[in-house]
């Protein structure tokens, strides 16, 4: 874990839900885990026991701070799942990012090769993979401590994965932690510092 903070940021304690655990390991401050495992293992389950949206045993800290003593919303403006197929619940991206500052959008979307076009398009005519970007982008406007992604970049052609994985590394560089689910090893072996294996209801660490 050389250059990587030694501050634990995020901690699993015992995890356990019907589809396996218990999960318990740490996550430190700019650090990326990915998470690897056959269809149906539970990948998304742990990731979304973790933003506390599944119902679970055991417990996840925050600096310390069990989510079980935090409000649900707190613990989630902290703790950011993106699900692989993001709900969108107005017509168009744009609506979505009210209260996001112009600065992180140009930014965001350039770095995204996204035009900002987009924002104003009906979200039904968006491509998967624009709409995969712009969840990501409306992930990171909630500026999270933690980002849980499941299947960031299932949806893309390799140019824009390099832009999804060269701006996920920016934002390590600045503490944000990051647990990915991928099926891409290539990927896994790109952005994480660590590699979890989910089979069997249980972790490993290849
Ligand atoms: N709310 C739920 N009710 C019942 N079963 C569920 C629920 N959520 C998940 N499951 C089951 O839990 C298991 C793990 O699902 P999960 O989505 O976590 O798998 P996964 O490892 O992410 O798979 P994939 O790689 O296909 O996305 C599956 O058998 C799924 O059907």
Redesign the pocket.
């Known amino acids: 874990m050389a250059g990587l903070s030694a501050t634990v940021l995020l901690s699993a304690r015992d995890l356990v839900s019907p589809?396996g655990g218990p999960f318990t390991f740490d996550v430190h401050a700019g650090e990326c885990i990915a998470i690897q495992?056959p269809?149906?293992?539970?990948?998304?389950?742990l990731l979304r026991m973790l933003a506390d949206l599944d119902p679970h045993d055991g417990d996840a800290l925050l600096d310390g701070r069990a989510a079980s003593s935090m409000s649900a919303p707190d613990w989630r403006a902290a703790v950011v799942y993106q699900a692989?197929e993001p709900a969108w619940w107005e017509d168009t991206a744009g609506a979505h990012f009210a209260n996001a500052f112009p600065a992180f959008m140009d930014s965001t979307l350039a770095a995204l090769g996204l035009s900002p076009a987009l924002l104003d398009t009906e979200i039904t005519r968006l491509s998967t993979g624009e709409r995969q970007r712009l969840a990501l982008v409306r992930s990171l406007a909630r500026r999270p401590r933690v980002l849980l992604l499941d299947e960031p970049t299932a949806a893309l052609d390799p140019d824009a994965v390099a832009r999804v994985e060269a701006l996920l590394r920016d934002r390590l560089a600045d503490g944000m932690a990051v647990l990915v689910?991928t099926h891409a090893m290539e990927q896994a072996r790109r952005l994480a510092q660590r590699i979890f294996r989910?089979e069997h209801g249980k972790l490993t660490t290849t």
């Not at 269809?39 to 389950?45: E, F, I, L, Y």
């Open positions: 589809f495992g269809s149906g293992a539970g990948k998304s389950v692989a689910v989910l």
